[in-house]
């Protein structure tokens, strides 16, 4: 595989965006003032905590129970108490029942009183089917929420789950939001949200939002009084509106590294988010055994990280990776064997034609593959498989497409350039949805879930019994049975883990350390995950 941003190509997109000249842009937000600018990519509004927002505990508007602990990247880090008083307690042995206490003196931003009614009505809504929220498949594994004091809150699972502690990361809305049920996208929350955070929602347009730092807040209040953020679709774009509107945004490696000067500077944050194409059973070709197989011995992952992420991330094969200590086993990662791939494609019957791509029964080994063409990334990594895949005589067609073409029915047949990790901060929620055979049924879980449609009852079976083992070396154990059945028999074409990086201009602020990242980035995380805590220099 190929650099894909050759220097001639850098310097192109550079003059384009007019960041070469000599002299430091202006302060976006007024030098020393205490209002911050940023750019981001998603769609600005949907602040409703059933949707997702705050899923990890980095809201501004809101908090949970428990958040990320910042500085602690090379492990799965610690869950740090916010609306909780300590760590959640097992009641009993057997890992079915947990409490947390909860904090007093905490309103929301409407005045309201925070208590622990409004922690079960909050993870109550998530799991009842009236609400249909999108992330109810996360908390699969409990039953109920319960009050069980004036700041206790009692938490009944389905089974015996020990990964409750890093599982209580949703954000708290106050119990008179949910007191309906209805949609979970069609709830006020969505677009007037009310929470316990730092930062209160002042403006919102499709174009801009404005948080406002809480004159009631419980904790210390935060130094940055306004926070706005802008949404630009186009990485370019963002990068260019660095010269004189913004203060920071999220940018792919090589083009943080070509903007930041002047006056800015990147921050690089650990994130364990993973890129990966799927490879769905609907498509004969991309579905096919030895396909999968072959095509997770032929890429260069390695290439990938080096010339594609600029050193910025790691390779990945089956999701499973240091993080998790024992429960990894490297000596199931797929090495680069393009000599063994091809072994793999000819055992399995499938004969180079005279175009140099493999033939079987009369069908081609040919398939689409869709990537979003904005996000520079993705599209680099979609060439790279495609490259890589070629010379093994296996031909992925790029298909550009736009977000909305992603139905589960064109999901179902059609290959695409995932990006993953949205809770990976136990293992449980870093595989199960996207591997067990569950969620290959149409309808469950959302349409990210087991993508590919994959079956494996060996895969299904570890990691099953993974999610309710007490025993923490035996669960290790389970978890690196689950590598072993993977790796013989893959189910997508996971490629590499990257980090975030993160452009911000120098006006004084500084800040602590970041936090291991999921797949979620932008104006939550980076530097910004710890925006309540900055202060000047």
């Known amino acids: 595989m190929q650099t894909l941003l050759r220097p001639v190509a850098l310097f192109v997109v550079l003059a384009g965006i007019g960041l070469t000249g000599c002299g430091a842009p202006a302060p976006a937000g007024g030098g020393a003032t205490d209002r911050f600018v940023v750019i981001d990519a998603e769609e600005l509004g949907r602040f409703n ?20 602990a910042e500085g602690q990247d090379d492990r799965i880090p610690d869950a740090v108490p ?28 409407d005045g309201s009183t925070f208590g622990s009614e409004d ?24 039953r109920t929420a319960e009050v069980s004091g004036p700041n206790s809150v009692d938490f009944r699972l389905t089974g015996a789950y020990a990964d409750v502690p890093h599982r209580l990361f949703l ?32 403006e919102l347009r499709t174009d801009q939002v404005v948080l406002s730092a809480r004159d009631g807040y419980w904790g210390s209040k935060p130094q940055v009084k306004t926070f706005v953020i802008r949404r630009t679709d186009d990485e370019k774009a963002r990068a260019a509106q660095l010269a004189s509107t913004a203060d920071g945004t999220k940018l792919s490696p090589a083009l943080a590294r070509a903007v930041a000067k002047n006056g800015y500077r990147t921050v ?8 990966g194409i799927t490879l769905p059973t609907g498509d004969p070709v991309a579905g096919d055994p030895g396909i999968r197989l072959a095509l997770n011995l032929g890429v260069d992952r390695g290439a990938m990280v080096r010339d594609i992420l600029q050193g910025e991330g790691t390779p990945v094969s089956t999701l499973v990776s240091s993080l998790y200590g024992d429960a990894y086993d490297p000596a199931q990662d797929f090495t680069f064997d393009a000599d063994r791939a091809r072994k793999v494609l000819d055992d399995a019957g499938w004969r180079l034609g005279a175009d140099g791509i493999r033939v079987r029964y009369g069908r081609r080994a040919a398939f689409n593959v869709a990537y979003y063409p904005t996000e520079i990334l993705r599209r680099d990594l979609t060439m790279a498989s495609v490259s890589d895949a070629k010379k093994i005589g296996i031909e992925m067609k790029p ?5 909305s073409t992603m139905t589960p029915e064109y999901l179902a047949k059609t290959a695409f350039m995932l990006g993953g990790g949205g809770q990976p901060y136990t293992l449980d929620t870093q595989l199960y949805p996207k591997f067990h055979s569950r969620y290959a049924t149409a309808g469950a879980g959302s349409k990210w879930d087991n993508a590919s449609d994959y079956v494996n009852p060996a895969v299904d079976r570890a990691l099953q019994a993974a999610r309710v083992e007490q025993d923490p070396a035996k669960r290790a154990k389970l978890y690196r ?4 059945a993977y790796h013989a028999a893959p189910a997508m074409l996971a490629l590499v883990s990257e980090n975030h990086v993160y452009v911000v201009r120098d006006n004084g602020w500084k800040f ?8 979620a980035h932008g104006v939550a995380w980076g530097p910004w995950y710890s925006l309540a805590r900055w202060t000047r220099g």
Do not use: C, M
């Open 49 to 68: 905590p059933l949707t997702g927002h705050g899923s990890n505990g980095e809201s501004k508007i809101y908090e949970s129970l428990y958040r990320v």
């Open 82 to 109: 916010v609306l909780a008083e300590g760590a959640p307690t097992p009641v009993g042995g057997d890992l079915t029942h947990w409490r947390v206490k909860t904090r007093a003196g905490v309103t929301f931003s």
């Open 119 to 142: 922690v079960v009505a909050t993870y109550n809504a998530v799991i009842n089917k009236a609400f249909a929220a999108p992330i109810a498949a996360n908390f699969d594994f409990l």
């Open 171 to 202: 954000a708290i809305a106050p119990a008179e939001s949910l007191a309906k049920p209805g949609p979970a996208d069609k709830l006020a929350l969505g677009n007037k949200p009310v929470g316990t955070g730092p930062y209160a929602l002042t």
């Open 268 to 275: 690089v944050a650990k994130a364990n988010d993973w890129l």
């Open 399 to 403: 298909v550009a497409v736009e977000k």
């Open 481 to 484: 049975d689950f590598q072993a």
């Open 512 to 519: 602590g350390p970041t936090a291991l990242e999921p797949h």
